[in-house]
């Protein structure tokens, strides 16, 4: 395990302070045999020497005692979130870092067998899995990344994005500091989506844990989590693991690969009214969603993909999870709703 950067199957939840709580999940999920998309996790601490090398941190400083009493509404979060980001993206990453990243992405180039892999380029923090403090949809991912250049880029911005206007006005709202909470970046093998989506082992809106609730479309996730169509809908027996009902929606937008990115395209005509996955495809969703949930104990809330190059059943992955640590049954229908939202939403 590098100082830099540690391969998701080196993590487990005892690393959430040196890789954040989203790559810490993906070591865990290895250790219990659920398939997710290999990849490497570029530590806190790569982050912690970055500012300090740089200088960065010195000019954040310097530059938030404009704002002794922190900036008071959302015109001044704006501003101090585009100063912040203008130093970090700014600063070139210490040399030592850009060389145990690049040696980490040829590894998995070399791996997979694919020059210039694209990669889901994704920042953890080590704050965001907290019961207090959710930070949801606050850091940024970016997907179909290609290359040394266009990652080294991307890990800036994920870095940048600890400063959202967003996630400012919300460390204000809870006295967390502006400046606290390290970043961690995963850098994971793009999966090549036929279809994505999220999924639940508790009803997000009756409580009932007996369920696991699948939502998807077809391409990637973005079009779910966006909200950018009615997603299909599978419910799973959680003890049996077998699909016992669907609703089969019209989709008629979804996610592909661009050229560097994503775009949003239109659904071919013969698939929209189709379901974007089979019921065995739906059922070993199911079996890791369960797998997660037996290990942490808790509900969780997950992503998953389903390759269109592999064969059933290595085609299915899980891309997160994250654990759920509000008792939703508890709650009245708007507060699970919103709960439910929070854990789908959480970068």
Same mark, same amino acid.
């Given at each position: 395990?590098?100082?830099?950067?540690?391969?998701?199957?080196?993590?487990?939840?005892?690393?959430?302070?040196?890789?954040?709580?989203?790559?810490?999940?993906?070591?865990?999920?290895?250790?219990?045999?659920?398939?997710?998309?290999?990849?490497?996790?570029?530590?806190?601490?790569?982050?912690?020497?970055?500012?300090?090398?740089?200088?960065?941190?010195?000019?954040?400083?310097?530059?938030?005692?404009?704002?002794?009493?922190?900036?008071?509404?959302?015109?001044?979060?704006?501003?101090?979130?585009?100063?912040?980001?203008?130093?970090?993206?700014?600063?070139?990453?210490?040399?030592?870092?850009?060389?145990?990243?690049?040696?980490?992405?040829?590894?998995?180039?070399?791996?997979?067998?694919?020059?210039?892999?694209?990669?889901?380029?994704?920042?953890?923090?080590?704050?965001?899995?907290?019961?207090?403090?959710?930070?949801?949809?606050?850091?940024?991912?970016?997907?179909?990344?290609?290359?040394? +250049?266009?990652? @080294? &880029? /991307?890990?800036?911005?994920?870095?940048? !994005?600890?400063?959202? $206007?967003?996630? %400012?006005?919300?460390?204000?709202?809870?006295?967390?500091?502006?400046?606290?909470?390290?970043?961690?970046?995963?850098?994971?093998?793009?999966?090549?989506?036929?279809?994505?989506?999220?999924?639940?082992?508790?009803?997000?809106?009756?409580?009932?844990?007996?369920?696991?609730?699948?939502?998807?479309?077809?391409?990637?996730?973005?079009?779910?989590?966006?909200?950018?169509?009615?997603?299909?809908?599978?419910?799973?027996?959680?003890?049996?693991?077998?699909?016992?009902?669907?609703?089969?929606?019209?989709?008629?937008?979804?996610?592909?690969?661009?050229?560097?990115?994503?775009?949003?395209? +239109?659904?071919? @005509? &013969? /698939?929209?009214?189709?379901?974007?996955? !089979?019921?065995?495809? $739906?059922?070993? %969703?199911?079996?890791?969603?369960?797998?997660?949930?037996?290990?942490?104990?808790?509900?969780?809330?997950?992503?998953?993909?389903?390759?269109?190059?592999?064969?059933?059943?290595?085609?299915?992955?899980?891309?997160?999870?994250?654990?759920?640590?509000?008792?939703?049954?508890?709650?009245?229908?708007?507060?699970?709703?919103?709960?439910?939202?929070?854990?789908?939403?959480?970068?």
């Amino acid at each position: 395990m590098s100082k830099w950067s540690c391969w998701f199957e080196e993590l487990g939840k005892e690393h959430n302070n040196l890789v954040g709580g989203k790559c810490a999940n993906l070591g865990e999920m290895m250790k219990i045999g659920v398939r997710i998309p290999t990849g490497f996790a570029i530590t806190t601490e790569a982050y912690d020497n970055f500012l300090e090398e740089t200088g960065a941190d010195r000019e954040m400083k310097d530059y938030l005692l404009k704002f002794r009493e922190g900036p008071r509404n959302f015109s001044e979060f704006e501003e101090v979130s585009k100063a912040i980001e203008d130093i970090i993206v700014s600063k070139e990453i210490p040399k030592a870092i850009q060389e145990s990243i690049w040696m980490e992405y040829e590894a998995l180039c070399q791996e997979t067998g694919v020059s210039d892999l694209p990669v889901a380029v994704r920042s953890s923090g080590i704050a965001e899995d907290m019961p207090t403090a959710s930070f949801a949809g606050q850091y940024e991912s970016y997907l179909n990344v290609r290359g040394k +250049d266009d990652l @080294l &880029e /991307k890990v800036r911005l994920c870095w940048a !994005s600890a400063f959202t $206007a967003r996630g %400012i006005n919300y460390r204000v709202q809870k006295k967390l500091g502006l400046l606290g909470g390290s970043v961690s970046v995963g850098v994971q093998k793009m999966v090549n989506s036929r279809a994505s989506g999220v999924g639940f082992t508790i009803h997000p809106v009756t409580g009932n844990d007996t369920r696991i609730i699948l939502e998807g479309n077809w391409g990637l996730g973005e079009s779910v989590v966006q909200g950018v169509v009615t997603p299909d809908t599978f419910v799973i027996d959680k003890k049996t693991v077998k699909l016992e009902e669907q609703e089969i929606s019209t989709k008629l937008r979804q996610y592909s690969f661009s050229h560097r990115g994503t775009a949003e395209v +239109d659904v071919p @005509l &013969e /698939k929209q009214n189709v379901a974007c996955i !089979s019921t065995e495809e $739906a059922e070993q %969703i199911a079996e890791f969603t369960k797998m997660v949930e037996s290990h942490y104990g808790v509900p969780v809330d997950i992503e998953w993909a389903v390759d269109a190059d592999l064969s059933f059943p290595e085609r299915v992955f899980l891309v997160q999870a994250r654990q759920v640590t509000v008792v939703v049954k508890k709650k009245n229908a708007t507060d699970q709703i919103l709960d439910m939202m929070v854990a789908r939403f959480s970068s």
